[in-house]
Nanobody
Framework: QVQLVESGGGLVQPGGSLRLSCAAS????????MAWYRQAPGKQRVLVAH???????NYGDSVKGRFTISRDNAKNTVYLQMNSLKPEDTAVYYC?????????WGQGTQVTVSS
């Protein structure tokens, strides 16, 4: 059974930092491209950051230079380091694991940026 379990969300002040983690089980983690998406209330789910099985990364325009995605294949975990957080970063953040014929999602973790 495939499971993606996110953690690390919470309430943070503008300008602060958080690190999200997503622990995967039931998959050969090193083969999967991993990504973080987010969904704000009333809005569509959008890509935040993506990392290939080989470690290449790309980011949504709104987070470039502030967020960093990384992976630890030994721990079956992908991370999202979020710095210089803004109120508009408030959303539920979802972890995604993908192969051409497989697509898995975590349950999401809430990030709220507010003073």
């Amino acid at each position: 059974q495939v499971q993606l379990v996110e953690s690390g969300g919470g309430l943070v002040q503008p300008g602060g930092s958080l690190r999200l983690s997503c622990a995967a089980s039931g998959v050969i983690f090193r083969l999967y491209a991993m990504a973080w998406y987010r969904q704000a209330p009333g809005k569509q789910r959008v890509l935040v950051a993506h990392i290939t099985s080989g470690g290449s990364t790309n980011y949504g325009d709104s987070v470039k230079g502030r967020f960093t995605i990384s992976r630890d294949n030994a721990k079956n975990t992908v991370y999202l380091q979020m710095n210089s957080l803004k109120p508009e970063d408030t959303a539920v953040y979802y972890c995604n694991a993908r192969l051409p014929l497989a697509d898995y999602w975590g349950q999401g973790t809430q990030v709220t940026v507010s003073s």
